[in-house]
């Protein structure tokens, strides 16, 4: 018998599907998403299977899919971890997709899966529907996202509260989702969630990536510059100072060229993408041309201090408040 939805789903359940991305809260939905139309078809309680593709064999996990549902029109198999089976299990799972049984629906479960391998394009072949792609969103995209999540905990939170969310807690949904539900039971009142609540229940666990210390070097934001240092523990100033000189290089570059076509002469100066620097001629204005000279050449005496045995953050920090004050 095919697997087909009732009569309440526009469209038929496939034989396989394959969720696949970094987005773990995603993944988790839609697997429970596809449980729930596989429960409507038939009793799971019986006729399902949970295998991990790390210690699972491409046998087990075949001869699970034909295996004949007891007292049932489906069965379900799911395989999580699916991007770590290895090569020759894959091969047997490739070889069950040409044939599927038309009584199980499987729905393997990996973080990345390369769409080259045979096995990502065995899965593609099932269907236009199969693969579902479960790629995290942009950081730039994170807070209205969180703002969404927010709605079904039963709380709804401000945009400088979300922001402040992600800016503690990172880019990991799950994580995301686990905090806004601990500061949904807490919350009082019909007031959305505000920022100060977020700060005082959140403790921070992401760190700082250094290229959002360049932005606010290069914006010559010195207050939001310190404020992120104070987040990157883990990074040394001797890795930072260098990516600051080049920083500054490149806002000398914005300057030469700027006036001959804006951002698209600049990308075609530093050999990027026109939405790489559509930023940089706004930052370059921030500072003259003697003051950019002047931060480069004060940047080897820095790199001397930082070397010579002395406390080289406080050098660097040094360096920094003088080529980011005004």
Known sequence: M????????????????????????????????????CAQLGDLSFNSDDLDGATASGEAIVASCNTVPFASDIRMVVVKNA?????????????????????????????????????????????????????PPKRKDLPAKVRAMAMNHGAT??????????????????????????????????????????????????????????????????????LLLSRMPSVSPHALLPRCVNCLRELMATQAVMGRGGAAAVAAALKKQEWQVKSYPQYARRFTPEELRHAVQTSCEAERRMKSGADAMGAFVEWLTQTLGR
């Open 83 to 135: 991007g770590k089976l290895r090569v020759a299990d894959a091969e047997k799972v490739v070889a069950y997709l040409k044939s599927p049984s038309p009584t199980t629906v499987l729905a393997m479960d990996a973080e990345k899966l390369a769409k080259n391998t045979k096995l990502y394009k065995a899965f593609a072949a099932v269907g236009k529907d199969a693969v579902i792609d479960c790629a």
């Open 157 to 226: 939170i401000t945009p400088g509260a979300a922001n402040a969310l992600v800016d503690l807690v990172g880019e990991d949904t799950v994580r995301l989702d686990g905090e806004l539900k601990k500061i949904a039971l807490a919350h009082r009142g019909t007031e959305p969630i505000g920022e100060n609540e977020v700060l005082s229940m959140v403790a921070r666990t992401s760190e700082v990536k250094p290229w959002e210390f360049d932005g606010a070097f290069m914006a010559r934001d010195l207050k939001r510059a310190m």
């Open 2 to 37: 095919t697997v087909m939805a009732n009569a309440k789903q526009t469209q038929p359940l496939l034989p396989a599907y394959l969720l696949v991305g970094e987005d773990a809260l995603k993944r988790e939905a839609v697997l429970k998403r596809l449980t729930v139309r």
